[in-house]
């Protein structure tokens, strides 16, 4: 799976952007640049409100496998909380917000995948 450990918002924006074929089983053909962190609008196609434990949609590429409750996000809170960026409960579904020090999963996206 591409999901990786818990970690700050910077290392996950830079873990997501270093993703490639080779590293954490991948085996696509991507190299780095092609993965990167959804942005909190795209969470609309992540996340299945009607659904729970996790709430992925049907058909999830990587199955129901997860690592971790709490997923980063790329989007930054508005200033002047800027020092916090959006997260998402892959279980409930749940949008929040967070201290971009706290240690939350990644789960990259590619293209318009």
């Known amino acids: 799976s591409a999901t990786v450990n818990p970690r700050p918002w910077a290392q996950a924006v830079q873990s997501a952007n270093l993703l490639a074929a080779g590293s954490c089983g991948l085996n696509d053909g991507s190299k780095a640049g092609d993965w990167r962190l959804p942005n909190r609008k795209e969470l609309d196609t992540l996340i ?15 199955g129901d496998s997860v690592l971790g409750v709490f997923y ?20 409930n579904g749940l949008v929040f917000y967070t201290a971009k020090t706290d240690e939350l999963h990644v789960r990259p996206v590619r293209g318009g995948k």
Do not use: I
């Not at 009607?50 to 999830?60: T, V």
């Open 72 to 91: 980063w996000t790329s989007t930054t809170v508005a200033p002047p909380l800027s020092t916090n960026a959006w997260a998402f409960n892959v279980f």
């Open 48 to 62: 299945d409100l009607g659904r729970s434990n996790p709430a992925l949609p049907e058909g999830w590429p990587l």
